[in-house]
């Protein structure tokens, strides 16, 4: 599986991103896609993941202001992310598993700042 995150930028405290990422090769085998951030010195978290039947799940720090989706053919997901605050700066990747892998593409920097 080929994994192809963007959509990250520079966005003033407040405002929205919406992330995408792109999957080819064998997406088929999927089961789980996540979104996870990384800040400078800090360790890699998870954000967001949705599962095949649709459930999602959310960090903390992100409920209630990030969203994640997917197209029903597993060949692509997104994060909305609104009312971003400084603390939300980070590279995004996005990442997908099945049941004896786990893919990763490459990041996509989300600064939040005014």
């Known amino acids: 599986v080929q994994l192809q995150a963007f959509g990250g930028g520079l966005v003033e405290p407040g405002g929205s991103l919406r992330l995408s990422c792109a999957a080819s090769?064998?997406?088929?085998?999927?089961?789980?896609m996540n979104w996870y951030r990384q800040a400078p010195g800090k360790q890699r978290e998870l954000v967001a993941s949705i599962i095949t039947d649709g459930t999602t799940n959310y960090a903390e720090s992100v409920k209630g202001r990030f969203t994640i989706s997917r197209n029903p053919n597993w060949n692509a997901i997104y994060l909305q992310m609104n009312s971003l605050k400084p603390e939300d700066t980070a590279v995004y990747y996005c990442?997908?598993?099945?049941?004896?892998?786990?893919?990763w593409g490459q990041g996509t920097q989300v600064t939040v700042s005014s």
């Open positions: 990442n997908a598993a099945n049941r004896l892998y786990s893919f």
């Open positions: 090769g064998s997406i088929f085998s999927i089961t789980q």
